[in-house]
C-alpha cells in the first residue's frame, strides 16, 4: 500500500478522507504575505529557495496531506517566448499576446525551467515521506486565455473570438501548448512530483460542441502521454460533466456548480472525484461550515469509492486561518473506509 493518505485514495484504499486546498500557499497566510514584502512574484517563482519555502507553508503549518508546487499557470509559456509580468491587483500582464494568426510562428519550445526542478528536488527533501508534491500545470485552453487576451480580465471574448475566425490556427496553438505542457509534466516528473492536477479554470465558459473541438481532444492527450496519477479541475463545468469523464483523467476535480451526490453522470463514472466545498463557505460561522464539509463527506462516501476533499476553487486571500483548519481537522475527523 502507498504510504500517501493522498495516493491510497487513488487506489480506494484510504482509511480517512485526504485533504489539500487549491491556493494553499497563497495570501491568506501571514507567513506567505511576509515572504511577498520583500520579493515580486518572479522572484518568488524563479528563486527555487523561496518557492520550495512556500510550497511546504501549508504542510507545516495547516496539516493537509499534499504539497503542490509553488508556481503559476504563465510559468510555460513564460520559457516559451512571451513576456510575461506579475502586477499587483491587475494580475499577469503579457507584452506580446497573440494579436494574428502569424504570431504563433514565434511561440519557441519552451528552455530555462531549471529552477522548477531545483524547487521541486528542494521540496521533496524536506517533506515527510507520507507527503506528496503534486505538480501541475494550465491546460492549453486556459492558458491561450491569457496569451491571447494579455489580461485575465479581456482574455475570453479575445480567445472566442480568435477559435472562431481562425479554427485552423486555434488548432495550431493548442497542438504547440499541448506539445509543451506534456513534456513540462514530464519534467516535473523527473524532478520528483508524484501526481499532476491540470487546471483549466475557463474551458467551462465554452458550449459542449466547442469544448470537444477545442479542448477535449488536448486534455485527453496530456492525461495519456504523462504516466502518472492526475487530477483534472474544471471550473463552471456542471455541463461538462460528459466531456470530463473521457478526458482519461483519473480523479475528475469539480466546482460548486455540481453537488456531489446527486449528480448521475459522476455517481456513475470510475473516476475517482475531488472537490468541492464552496469556498466563499470559509467565511460562515464555523458551526454551519463543518455541517456543509460533513454533508459533503457523507454523500462523497455514499456514491464514490474513491475521493479527495477539496474547495470549489482556490483559498481566497482574506480568508480566515482558523476556517481553514477547522475544515482540515473535520475532514480528518471522518472516517472513510473501515
Known amino acids: 500500500m502507498q504510504d500517501s493518505l493522498v495516493l491510497q485514495a487513488f487506489e480506494g484504499q484510504n482509511k480517512h478522507v485526504p485533504v489539500w486546498f487549491m491556493r494553499q500557499a497563497g495570501r491568506f497566510l501571514p507567513e506567505y504575505r511576509a515572504i511577498k514584502k520583500e520579493r515580486t512574484l518572479e522572484e518568488m517563482f524563479r528563486e527555487p529557495e523561496v518557492a520550495s519555502r512556500i510550497t511546504l507553508l501549508p504542510v507545516e ?20 517566448g512571451f513576456d510575461i509580468k506579475f502586477v499587483d491587483g491587475k494580475g499577469p500582464v ?14 519557441h519550445n519552451f528552455d530555462e525551467l531549471n529552477y522548477v526542478s531545483e524547487t521541486i528536488g528542494l521540496v521533496n527533501r524536506a517533506l515527510p515521506k507520507n507527503v506528496p508534491l503534486i505538480g501541475f500545470a494550465g491546460s492549453p485552453l486556459t492558458v491561450a486565455q491569457y496569451l491571447i487576451g494579455s489580461t485575465s480580465s479581456l482574455g475570453l471574448p479575445s480567445v472566442v473570438r480568435f477559435m472562431m475566425e481562425h479554427p485552423a490556427d486555434f488548432h495550431r496553438l493548442m497542438q504547440k501548448l499541448t ?99 464552496y469556498n466563499g463557505l470559509l467565511y460562515v460561522q464555523a458551526d454551519l461550515l463543518l455541517k456543509e464539509v460533513r454533508q459533503i463527506l457523507q454523500s462523497a462516501q455514499k456514491y464514490h469509492k474513491k475521493y479527495i476533499f477539496n474547495l470549489s476553487h482556490g483559498v481566497f486571500p482574506d480568508t480566515s486561518v482558523d476556517r481553514v483548519k477547522d475544515v482540515i481537522a473535520e475532514v480528518k475527523r471522518f472516517k472513510w473506509n473501515g
Open 94 to 107: 503579457i507584452a506580446n499576446p497573440i494579436k494574428s494568426p502569424q504570431d504563433i510562428d514565434n511561440i
Open 61 to 80: 503549518l495547516l496539516n493537509v496531506d499534499a504539497a503542490i508546487l509553488f508556481a503559476d499557470i504563465l510559468t510555460l509559456p513564460s520559457a516559451m
Open 179 to 277: 506539445k509543451n505542457t506534456i513534456e513540462y509534466l514530464v519534467l516535473q516528473k523527473k524532478a520528483g512530483i508524484r501526481l499532476f492536477q491540470l487546471f483549466d479554470t475557463w474551458a467551462g465558459t465554452l458550449r459542449a460542441s466547442d469544448y470537444r473541438e477545442f479542448v477535449l481532444p488536448y486534455v485527453k492527450e496530456i492525461f495519456s502521454s504523462v504516466d502518472l496519477p492526475s487530477i483534472y479541475y474544471l471550473k463552471n463545468c456542471a455541463h461538462l460533466l460528459r466531456e470530463m469523464v473521457q478526458t482519461n483523467s483519473d480523479f475528475l476535480s469539480v466546482c460548486d456548480s455540481v453537488e456531489i451526490g446527486h449528480n448521475e453522470i459522476l455517481n456513475s463514472c470510475d473516476q475517482g472525484i475531488q472537490g468541492n466545498l
